[in-house]
């Protein structure tokens, strides 16, 4: 495996869905899934184990469950990124994912670009909160949930306006790649790179990418460090 490979630790206790998801994440260039669990306690146990760059985690787990199997990871490990993937839209559950310190949320059923995006964004330091979700949630439920979920929706519609093709290319950019890298690693080739960005910088408002990576980074939609 490459060193700037992706080191994925897979929490599901549905043995086929996490065979599945496993089997089309590591289709994917730069990413491997290091550990599976099936449970919060093997979560805890193989996170002391192996060297990993996130966590993907389902909430409904048998045991200790997702949520504090959340938390718990985040007191040993704060600066270990956690993204939950989950059949669960409950404003109440969102919230709480907030307080352990989940960087991301996703619903199942998400398209597999998208769920690459969203682990490679939060691998990177960027948060990731389904838009789609979130939005059901603000518009059926009232109190302080709403408002953090309030926030995370205009967020995503105000800080983001690259769609999920330009955002994976800029965090490719953000790791030093030329448009011959880019084109090789997602399978494109380098005019449509280019193509790409030329949109980012468009839509950013800059002149180059070096202030593309700039401006991401202050929007939140990167982060620096990665």
Wanted: contains cysteine; charged residues 20%; hydrophobic residues 45%.
């Amino acid at each position: 495996m490459s060193p700037s490979c992706l080191k994925i630790l897979l929490v599901e206790d549905d043995e086929l869905f996490r065979l599945g998801l496993k089997t089309r994440l590591q289709q994917e260039p730069g990413i491997e899934i290091t550990a599976e669990a099936e449970d919060g306690e093997t979560a805890l146990e193989l996170v002391n184990s192996y060297p990993l760059d996130i966590v993907v985690l389902d909430v409904g787990l048998p045991g200790i469950g997702g949520i504090e199997a959340c938390r718990q990871i985040k007191q040993i490990y704060p600066q270990l990124p956690i993204l939950v993937l989950t059949s669960r839209s409950e404003a109440t559950l969102l919230a709480k994912l907030i307080e352990v310190g989940a960087q991301g949320y996703c619903l199942k059923g998400v398209a597999a670009q998208k769920l690459v995006l969203a682990i490679r964004s939060v691998a990177a330091g960027a948060s990731w909160w389904d838009a789609t979700a979130t939005q059901e949630i603000r518009s059926t439920f009232a109190g302080r949930e709403a408002g953090i979920v309030t926030g995370i929706s205009n967020a995503v519609a105000a800080n983001n306006p690259l769609t999920g093709r330009e955002l994976e290319i800029l965090l490719l950019i953000a790791t030093g790649k030329t448009n011959q890298q880019i084109a090789q690693t997602l399978y494109i080739t380098p005019g449509t790179v280019r193509v790409h960005v030329h949109a980012i910088l468009h839509k950013l408002e800059v002149g180059d990418r070096n202030a593309a990576i700039t401006v991401a980074v202050q929007k939140g939609l990167i982060a620096v460090g990665m």
